[in-house]
């Protein structure tokens, strides 16, 4: 099978980190691949931010089904932006890593908290537990004060900072487990598991085998319903070139 990992920021650094982690993880008969939008902010900070990466993840998603479709595709933001609009215009199932990561951590704890960068970008992590339906068995949404691209730049001083905010996260919460909250932390899981000592859940790789379980069920976004492909209708300049999809 083809997964197709999406980053929705610009950078190709981080897309290659998305990448290597999702290849390392996948079965043996699971082709991944991974790419970014042209367009759009090279990290993403904030609803504004969010809301300008959808695009690009849905122009990605229908330019993969055009030239290379894949038996399933993967939003690598932790704000699983354009998730639903994703869902609506291909067949292939489309799965956000915070929505991912809240599912296996919930099938491991009773209780856990999400260590995300910058503070601004909590109450995103918050809207999207409570859109899921799991505020109940989130702690606490922490943030390590780390700006995104700080990931690949500065990257011992992040993976410093996240262990840190962890290591509060495990004495403080009451919890069994972390959840990681960017796509740009897809290759730190096992060493902030092993310096905090416990379960960490991160979403581009809960997003791959999750995304192989649904492959491997059969299973594809219902084209029934609010999910079914979107009305055909005029477009007007610099999307007129989606009019009558
Ligand atoms: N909370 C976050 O830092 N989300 C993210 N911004 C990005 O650019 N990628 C993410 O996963």
Redesign the pocket.
């Given at each position: 099978m083809h997964i197709h990992l999406i980053n929705?920021?610009t950078t190709a650094g981080m897309t290659a980190t998305i990448r290597d982690a999702g290849i390392a993880i996948a079965a043996s008969g699971t082709r991944v691949t991974a790419s970014q939008p042209d367009s759009g902010p090279v990290?993403?900070?904030g609803h504004f931010d969010e809301a300008i990466s959808a695009v690009g993840v849905t122009e990605e998603i229908m330019r993969m089904d055009r030239e290379s479709p894949a038996d399933a595709y993967v939003i690598?933001?932790?704000?699983d932006p354009g998730l639903l609009a994703a869902r609506e215009i291909t067949r292939a199932p489309v799965i956000g890593i915070a929505e991912a990561a809240f599912h296996m951590a919930a099938l491991i704890s009773t209780r856990f908290s999400v260590v995300?960068?910058l503070g601004r970008?909590v109450i995103?992590a918050e809207h999207l537990l409570d859109q899921y339906g799991f505020s109940h068995q989130c702690r606490r949404v922490r943030a390590a004060e780390i700006p995104?691209l700080d990931l690949e730049d500065d990257g011992d001083r992040a993976l410093e900072k996240i262990i840190e905010e962890s290591c509060r996260a495990r004495d403080e919460d009451g919890i069994g487990a972390i959840v990681l909250?960017?796509?740009?932390m897809a290759n730190l899981t096992e060493t902030i598991s092993r310096e905090v000592g416990l379960p960490v859940v991160e979403g581009v790789t809960a997003s791959v085998k999750l995304a192989e379980a649904l492959v491997g069920l059969g299973l594809s976004t219902s084209k029934v319903g609010d999910l079914a492909f979107p009305r055909a209708k005029t477009f007007t300049g610099q999307f007129s070139h989606l009019s009558g999809l």
């Open positions: 929705p920021n990290s993403i900070e690598a933001c932790f704000g995300t960068t970008t995103i995104v909250g960017c796509g740009g």
